[in-house]
Structure formats: C-alpha cells, structure tokens
C-alpha cells in the first residue's frame, strides 16, 4: 500500500497536484485537488466571467438640419403627402422640417430626434409615393431652361414651358430669373414670339373678376401678372391663360423695367 502512494505522490508532483492522505487506517482512498482554472486555461476552460452584452447601432442619419439639396425637396414632398408639412418644398432643412420629422417620428413611436435616419425614411417611403418634378418644386426653385434662340437679342421676356421660368433678358444677357404658371388644358397659354402691348399696374380682370396687378399684356387677354394663388398654392393650381409670377416683390421690379413693345418669347 506504500508503494501505491508513494507512486501517486511522484505522479501529483508531475502534473501540478497535491495528494492527501485521508485519517483512518492506510487502506484509506487517496484523494487528488486540481487547480481552478485560470484566464490562461486552454480552450474549453470555463470562465466564471459574464459575456459582455451586444451594444445596439444606432440608425444612420441620412439627413439633417442645415442640409440642403433635391434629398431635402424630396422628404419635405413626402412629408406634405402625409401632412407633416404644409410650405415648400424648399430644398432647405428648416425648423418647420425638422418639427415636422419629429412629430412624424412620435406619431410612430420612433425617437424624436428631427434628424431622418434609415429608420424614419423607410418608415416614410412605404407611407407615400415618389413626388414628381412639380412636388418638388411646388413653389419654384426649379433650374432654368436655356434661353430661346429667339431671346437672344433685344428686350425680352424669355418663358420657358418645360421648366416654367421667366427669364427676363437684355441683348442675351439674363438680369433676373422667377419661377412661372401658366394656363390649364382647358385654358392653355399661346405660344410664340409676341411684345408687351399694354401695361396695368393694379388690374382686375373684367372676365373673371379677379386681381392681376403689375399685368403685362402680350396676347389678347394673356399676361405677365402677380397671382396670389401660385404665391398660396404653388404649382397645385393654374391660371386662366395668364403667365403667373409668384414672387411679388420681383414682377413689381420688373414691371417698372419693362417697357411696351419689349418683345415676349413663349416656348417648350
């Protein structure tokens, strides 16, 4: 038997183990400890430490206040389908956009942060639809077309149909551009070379009763003349035939800068 322990000691001083002998008689069992396992155990080991939790990513911000851009004209269209908001677009990320992405983040229980993150756009994309040219553009902003050949010389009031501007041009030289309207299908605005031939500062019309003040008259009853409807309503409406300027501050200037007999040039 003293032999046997005296193995089992040789064999514990090998592997790093202490041997024991119990109390009671030397036929005892003999009991061997094993270390607790250490950072440093092999694989397998157990580690008495938690595993750490995963940390959540927040959403990327896609845009936020202060950016400007088509992105921008874009998610103030889609806000204004759903109601959110009511002005522009305007391409600019203002505090009416931002209080209008936060009111449309709680109103889904979303964090209202008024930035529009991954989260928030998608959330919109499935709500309404892809805005058109004339959405995101509702209230003018939109690039001018290039000028007519037929603008190019003279005093001209250069009106694009594709992007509905007014250039207003001095022997090819363009001095101011603002966003237009023009007729309904029903009503449409004539095309093709013209001249102003009468000017009326604070003109009502005699056929619908309605205002066209700084009116220029080119065509018959068509003019060039302030509506306070495109200034309300944007492209949403449309006029009697009549070339609508929504800026009243620029047809007012520009009503003292043109002259009858100015030439007029309406084209696609």
Same mark, same amino acid.
């Given at each position: 038997m003293r032999r046997v322990i005296a193995a089992l000691v040789a064999v514990a001083a090998v592997g790093g183990c202490t041997v024991q002998a119990a109390e009671g008689d030397g036929d005892s069992p003999v009991r061997v400890?094993?270390?607790k396992s250490s950072p440093?155990?092999?694989a397998g080991a157990e580690d008495d430490k938690p595993s750490p939790k995963p940390t959540k990513t927040p959403p990327k911000v896609l845009l936020a206040p202060g950016d +400007? #851009?088509?992105d921008v004209r874009e998610l103030q269209a889609r806000l204004r389908q759903v109601a959110w908001i009511f002005e522009g677009p305007t391409g600019t990320y !203002?505090? @009416? +956009?931002e209080e209008a992405v936060k009111g449309f983040q709680g109103k889904r229980g979303l964090p209202k942060t008024g930035e529009t993150d991954t989260v928030t756009w998608q959330r919109l994309l499935r709500m309404t639809?892809?805005?058109g040219k004339w959405e995101l553009y509702l209230m003018g902003g939109q690039p001018a077309a290039a000028p007519d050949a037929r603008c190019m +010389? #003279?005093?001209?009031l250069c009106i694009s149909k594709s992007s509905r501007t007014?250039?207003?041009?001095? !022997?090819?030289? @363009?001095?101011t551009t603002v966003p237009v309207r023009f007729g309904s299908e029903y009503t449409p605005t004539r095309e093709g070379v013209f001249s102003v031939y009468w000017k009326s500062r604070h003109h009502v019309s005699t056929l619908y009763d309605s205002p066209m003040p700084y009116a220029m008259f080119f065509s018959g009853g068509q003019a060039v003349h302030y509506s306070s409807d495109f200034a309300a309503r944007g492209y949403a409406g449309a006029s009697h035939g009549c070339v609508n300027v929504r800026d009243e501050a620029a047809i007012a200037e520009l009503f003292d800068e043109?002259?009858?007999g100015d030439k007029v040039v309406v084209y696609w």
């Open positions: 400890e094993l270390p440093s155990s092999p +400007t #851009g088509r !203002d505090g @009416t +956009t639809h892809e805005p +010389t #003279g005093r001209v007014l250039r207003w041009m001095v !022997d090819g030289r @363009t001095v043109v002259r009858s």
